[in-house]
């Protein structure tokens, strides 16, 4: 008989953060990614838009990619607060398919390209690592 020695508690439940539908609704009313971060800087999709409008500006120069870095810094540690105080404790599904959870992982994602442009390779790879950590189905 084999025996698996696999974690016997299992993996976590995912972590499903809750909608944003203020920073949405005003999103839709025409207001500027900028001003929907002002308003609602808990929000990572804000942070997340803005880091991948600066990271896709034509021509784009070393200020935009810093300026990618630190928004979707900021919107990385938004999320990360936003997912503890949803049950997350460091580990564990956060899925895409979520809605709301896409604006934490597209501020990875953006972190994760802009740290590898300014040559923060370590960085890069945890950002890499985390988003294969917390959805396996996406292509990375």
């Known amino acids: 008989m084999s025996h698996s020695h696999g974690n ?3 993996e976590p439940d995912p972590t499903l953060l809750p909608p944003t539908p ?4 005003e999103l839709a009313e025409g207001a500027t990614l900028a001003e929907a971060a ?6 990572s999709g ?7 409008e600066a990271m896709s500006r034509p021509e784009r120069a070393l200020v935009d990619t810093v300026q990618a870095y630190a928004f979707a810094r900021t ?9 503890r105080r949803n049950g997350w404790k ?8 979520h809605e709301p959870n896409q604006g934490f992982l597209r501020c990875v994602t953006v972190l994760a390209r802009a740290a590898e ?10 950002c890499t690592q985390l988003l294969r950590d917390c959805d396996r189905t996406l292509a990375i």
């Open 8 to 10: 016997l508690l299992g």
């Open 22 to 25: 203020e920073a949405d609704a």
């Open 38 to 43: 002002a308003h609602h800087p808990t929000v």
């Open 46 to 52: 804000v942070w997340a838009g803005l880091a991948e």
């Open 75 to 83: 919107g990385y540690h938004r999320g990360l607060d936003a997912l």
């Open 90 to 97: 460091g580990y564990g599904p956060v899925p895409w398919s």
């Open 117 to 126: 442009a300014i040559g923060e390779t370590a960085e890069a790879e945890r």
